[in-house]
């Protein structure tokens, strides 16, 4: 099993970028974004259930949208209005039956 992340890079406030994480070798339920800021400890950004439903953390409601396409086994995550506290290396996450899978972080980095 594979998640492939890209799309993280520099940015100023304001702007956007979007994430992709492509995933292979197995079926997945549901998929997320992490983040994790320097000293700080990795935290949820938005999730993507099996059934549709997602889940965002607080500071990035109405910011951010997390949608999937599960014909390309893949998730996105569309970053809009990027604060520098935005700032992180942004992890994917998915679940398959048995397990979760990590992909490699992607660095974003907003600037102000």
């Known amino acids: 099993v594979q998640l492939q992340a890209s799309g993280g890079g520099l940015v100023q406030a304001g702007g956007s970028l979007r994430l992709s994480c492509a995933g292979s070798g197995s079926i997945f339920s549901d998929m997320a974004w992490y983040r994790q800021a320097r000293g700080k400890q990795r935290e949820l950004v938005a999730g993507?259930?099996?059934?549709?439903?997602?889940t965002y953390a607080e500071p990035v409601k109405g910011r951010f949208s997390i949608f999937r396409d599960n014909d390309k086994n893949t998730v996105y995550l569309q970053m809009n209005r990027l604060k520098p506290e935005d700032t992180a290396v942004y992890y994917c996450?998915?679940?398959?039956?048995?397990?979760?899978?990590w992909g490699h972080g992607t660095q974003v980095t907003v600037s102000s």
């Open positions: 993507a259930a099996a059934d549709g439903k997602t």
């Open positions: 996450h998915a679940e398959v039956v048995g397990g979760n899978y």
